[in-house]
């Protein structure tokens, strides 16, 4: 399924910095990526309740040291003695120079071999190796969310044109509970009330109505339907994009035992499929 995004502008806000923060895996068999990106390559995988270091974020990402049961491969030529000889290395997801760097070494940077494939060998990934992982299956241990502060100000988005390019990056205060929010029922994880986009097509909430919510939006991944977001508010606008594909961005909120964001919508555009 192919998206054509009809809209000029779209609005997304800078990721707010986690760095060193410890947090917890809350999805078995989760994918961790060389880029922030879903058709990334995959360099390994994490299980419920291992623990990952994030140290930074880029929209709905997370970047996280790799784990050392991650192997990571750099060319056994730049290696001797468990150390690099050479100025710099790249360390990749895989062995040979066609798979994505994960990061870099310096010489004399020591390294713990795991495995040898031909000319190329699995190491231990040193620190500073980074892998990716989408920040709503990771939760913070401890109290999950501060107490909102009320706030007349409102955030200001990053403008980004259809090229990609942001215009302006301001931010004023942290985002307030929306109706029908309460901070007991929020769940502990990364990202509460942040700015976040969502792409599908709307459908109505079959059979009740979902925490005074009316429409969601499904998706098509690998031939089966799946649920993306809950929408709440502009229903008129969306009763009448009923089986049409939108993307909405706007405000997000995961709540306790909801895998899915409870979207609020600043906009809602119009998308094309092919």
Same mark, same amino acid.
């Given at each position: 399924?192919?998206?054509?995004?009809?809209?000029?502008?779209?609005?997304?806000?800078?990721?707010?910095?986690?760095?060193?923060?410890?947090?917890?895996?809350?999805?078995?068999?989760?994918?961790?990526?060389?880029? /922030?990106?879903?058709?990334?390559?995959?360099?390994? $995988?994490? @299980?419920?309740? *291992?623990? %990952? =270091?994030?140290?930074? +974020?880029? !929209?709905?990402?997370?970047?996280?040291?790799?784990?050392?049961?991650?192997?990571?491969?750099?060319?056994?030529?730049?290696?001797?003695?468990?150390?690099?000889?050479?100025?710099?290395?790249?360390?990749?997801?895989?062995?040979?120079?066609?798979?994505?760097?994960?990061?870099?070494?310096?010489?004399?940077?020591?390294?713990?071999?795991?495995?040898?494939?031909?000319?190329?060998?699995?190491?231990?990934?040193?620190?500073?190796?980074?892998?990716?992982?989408?920040?709503?299956?990771?939760?913070? /241990?401890?109290?999950?969310?501060?107490?909102?502060? $009320?706030? @007349?100000?409102? *955030?200001? %988005? =990053?403008?980004?044109? +259809?090229? !990609?390019?942001?215009?302006?990056?301001?931010?004023?205060?942290?985002?307030?509970?929306?109706?029908?929010?309460?901070?007991?029922?929020?769940?502990?994880?990364?990202?509460?009330?942040?700015?976040?986009?969502?792409?599908?097509?709307?459908?109505?909430?079959?059979?009740?109505?979902?925490?005074?919510?009316?429409?969601?939006?499904?998706?098509?991944?690998?031939?089966?339907?799946?649920?993306?977001?809950?929408?709440?508010?502009?229903?008129?606008?969306?009763?009448?994009?009923?089986?049409?594909?939108?993307?909405?961005?706007?405000?997000?909120?995961?709540?306790?035992?909801?895998?899915?964001? %409870?979207?609020?919508?600043?906009?809602?555009?119009?998308?094309?499929?092919?």
């Amino acid at each position: 399924m192919k998206w054509l995004i009809t809209a000029g502008v779209v609005s997304v806000v800078a990721a707010v910095s986690l760095a060193g923060q410890e947090t917890r895996v809350l999805s078995n068999r989760l994918n961790l990526r060389a880029r /922030p990106l879903e058709g990334s390559e995959v360099v390994g $995988q994490v @299980n419920q309740g *291992d623990l %990952l =270091v994030v140290l930074s +974020a880029e !929209g709905e990402w997370a970047e996280v040291q790799a784990p050392s049961h991650l192997g990571v491969w750099v060319k056994g030529e730049f290696l001797k003695d468990g150390r690099v000889n050479a100025d710099k290395v790249n360390v990749r997801s895989g062995p040979g120079v066609s798979y994505r760097s994960v990061g870099f070494l310096c010489s004399g940077a020591t390294v713990q071999v795991r495995d040898t494939r031909g000319d190329w060998v699995s190491i231990v990934p040193p620190d500073g190796i980074t892998v990716w992982v989408r920040k709503e299956y990771l939760e913070m /241990p401890g109290p999950p969310v501060p107490s909102p502060v $009320q706030t @007349n100000e409102t *955030d200001s %988005l =990053v403008s980004v044109a +259809a090229d !990609g390019m942001p215009e302006q990056s301001t931010t004023h205060g942290p985002a307030a509970l929306p109706e029908g929010v309460r901070l007991e029922n929020l769940a502990p994880v990364l990202g509460q009330g942040a700015v976040i986009k969502r792409r599908g097509v709307v459908e109505r909430v079959p059979m009740a109505i979902f925490r005074g919510v009316e429409y969601r939006l499904v998706d098509e991944v690998e031939g089966k339907k799946v649920k993306v977001a809950y929408v709440r508010g502009r229903d008129t606008e969306m009763a009448e994009l009923l089986g049409q594909g939108v993307i909405v961005t706007g405000r997000g909120w995961w709540l306790s035992g909801e895998r899915w964001p %409870l979207l609020y919508p600043d906009s809602v555009a119009r998308l094309h499929l092919e």
